[in-house]
């Protein structure tokens, strides 16, 4: 069983920052993937970053610029860091990661979610 642990989400006023953790744990036998997404209220879930084993970072178009994802592989971890927030950027935040485990080539587990509101 795979467990993601999401934290630092909050209130903020437009132009501040805030930075997410998430953290990995169980039974992984490897990490293929880590990623942000973000459902905001009547849309979908869409991609905010990711970052692929070997491979550089992926971002949304709307979020170039200004978030950062960086991945620590000998502690599961990934970040993101929101600089510069909108209050477009309102949205529950979830924590994906595709691993490799026993059972499993390429399982996908969700973190439970972080709000983050940008308002003034």
């Known amino acids: 069983q795979v467990q993601l642990v999401e934290s630092g989400g909050g209130s903020v006023q437009p132009g501040g920052s805030l930075r997410l953790s998430c953290a990995a744990s169980?039974?992984?036998?490897?990490?293929?993937?880590m990623g942000w997404y973000r459902q905001a209220p009547g849309n979908q879930r869409e991609l905010v970053a990711v970052i692929r084993t070997g491979d550089t970072p992926n971002y949304a178009d709307s979020v170039k610029g200004r978030f950062t994802i960086s991945r620590v592989n000998a502690k599961n971890t990934v970040d993101l860091q929101m600089n510069s927030l909108k209050p477009e950027d309102t949205a529950v935040y979830y924590c994906k990661v595709l691993v490799a485990t026993s059972a499993y080539r390429n399982l996908a587990v969700w973190g439970q979610g972080t709000l983050v509101t940008v308002s003034s």
């Open positions: 169980g039974s992984i036998r490897s990490i293929n993937e």
